[in-house]
T-cell receptor, first 111, second 112 residues
């Protein structure tokens, strides 16, 4: 099983749609979870941390399911500017600050 | 908003040459990292650095690679003898521990 696994997409959705991405991770000792956004040929930018209780930031909601070892990202009311690759990031395990990146899920929001 | 700065933005070098990629992490961050991304592939961990020493490194980070924090602000990645397969985007990042990284805008390294 890959350390961090994501559906590469692309997900093509119309403006205003709701879209959800999932990510699974293999190490049950992982403690830190994030979603990053990466635009073409740019650096990854932190979108949000993912907490056990779930968290929301405007149109974005992140959830963590430790029992099943997956995290999710929900985007409501998609905008054209949401088009990007969304990277799932998980720390390697306890006692390490090394983060493992998934391959990313491409989102295209269509007018 | 504080940022991580990287120079140069693009470097072209001949195979076998040495390159030094430079980074200035965020000033109050304690942990520094180098990652790379080959075009079309995922972001891969190279090395982490804390308290003036390497804390972890990946299999990619072999004897051709080294890192330094020569002063209180710069953090450098040196590739001693570049190979064609070293062509990639190299990202520097920093954080305070288990929080998210802040990445620099990257150095695109092209080995010819």
């Amino acid at each position: 099983r890959k350390e961090v696994e994501q559906d590469p997409g692309p997900f093509n959705v119309p403006e205003g749609a709701t879209v959800a991405f999932n990510c699974t991770y293999s190490n049950s000792a992982s403690q830190s979870f994030f979603w990053y956004r990466q635009d073409c040929r740019k650096e990854p930018k932190l979108l949000m941390s993912v907490y056990s209780s779930g968290n929301e930031d405007g149109r974005f909601t992140a959830q963590l399911n430790r029992a099943s070892q997956y995290i999710s990202l929900l985007i409501r009311d998609s905008k054209l500017s949401d088009s990007a690759t969304y990277l799932c990031v998980v720390n390697k395990g306890s006692g390490t600050y090394k983060y493992i990146f998934g391959t990313g899920t491409r989102l295209k929001v269509l007018a | 908003e504080p940022e991580v700065t990287q120079t140069p933005s693009h470097q072209v070098t001949q195979m076998g040459q040495e390159v030094i990629l430079r980074c200035v992490p965020i000033s109050n961050h304690l942990y520094f990292y180098w990652y790379r991304q080959i075009l079309g592939q995922k972001v891969e961990f190279l090395v982490s650095f804390y308290n003036n020493e390497i804390s972890e490194k990946s299999e990619i980070f072999d004897d051709q690679f080294s890192v330094e924090r020569p002063d209180g602000s710069n953090f450098t990645l040196k590739i001693r003898s570049t190979k064609l397969e070293d062509s990639a985007m190299y990202f520097c990042a920093s954080n305070q521990g288990l929080d998210g990284y802040t990445f620099g805008s990257g150095t695109r390294l092209t080995v010819v």
